[in-house]
């Protein structure tokens, strides 16, 4: 079975914390996203990687940055966590073309409060 | 910008009926869809998709129907058990965009035992 496995389940930090989230997957996969879901918004792409050292913008990048140095490891961080970015903090990870067929694996989620 | 609305945030049916959950889209670009179910603290798992050259796609209970002119897709459920009861995600992408996937706002099923 696909393994996307995110290191913590619950966050809480203060306004202006410098934060880490850390997601790993143990497919090989190439791609690799980062989502955030709130209600009545659904799930909003924030980054996205398709190989070592790459990665691409998505829908609502601002305040945040990630990371990819290993293929399995994506980390989001959030620079200077501010109260908006309260949120459920999803990973994802594919190999290019399998995601309409379904096979886009997710992370049991982070949930992130910034007091 | 959404590109994939699911308008109904919420829905509840009685055990054994029929659930139907929609999902409009704006962008005719779009040539996959998908749905995927969430339990709380859970991920999204996959449940079913169609693709835009097909207008219906069955796997047992389920069955997802897409009406192209319409930019219109639903999901059926039948007959509805109380372990559906999740958020139903309806989702959309194209082959060229690498695997990006768009998704609509959730819609909460609740089936009623």
């Known amino acids: 079975d696909v393994k996307v496995t995110q290191s913590s389940r619950y966050l809480v930090k203060r306004t202006g914390e410098k934060v880490f989230l850390e997601c790993v997957q143990d497919?090989?996969?190439?791609?690799m996203f980062w989502y955030r879901q709130d209600p009545g918004l659904g799930l909003r792409l924030i980054y996205f990687?398709?190989?070592?050292?790459?990665?691409e913008k998505g829908d609502i990048p601002e305040g945040y940055s990630v990371s990819r140095e290993k293929k399995e490891r994506f980390s989001l961080i959030l620079e200077s966590a501010s109260t908006n970015q309260t949120s459920m903090y999803l990973c994802?990870?594919?190999?290019?073309?399998?995601?309409?067929?379904?096979?886009?694996?997710f992370g049991e989620g982070s949930r992130l409060t910034v007091l | 910008d959404q590109q994939v609305k699911q308008n109904s945030p919420s829905l509840s049916v009685q055990e054994g009926r029929i659930s139907i959950l929609n999902c409009d889209y704006t962008n005719s670009m779009f040539d996959y869809f998908l749905w995927y179910k969430k339990y709380p603290a859970e991920g999204p798992t996959f449940l079913i998709s169609?693709?835009?050259?097909?207008d219906k796609n069955e796997d047992g209970r389920f069955t997802v129907f897409l009406n192209k002119s319409a930019k219109h897709l639903s999901l059926h459920i039948v007959p509805s058990q109380p372990g559906d009861s999740a958020v139903y995600f309806c989702a959309a992408t194209t082959t060229s965009n690498t695997g990006k996937l768009i998704f609509g706002q959730g819609t909460t099923l609740q089936v009623k035992p």
């Open positions: 169609i693709s835009s050259i097909k």
């Open positions: 990687s398709y190989d070592v050292k790459m990665k």
């Open positions: 497919m090989d996969h190439e791609n």
């Open positions: 994802a990870s594919s190999t290019p073309g399998t995601v309409i067929t379904g096979e886009l694996f």
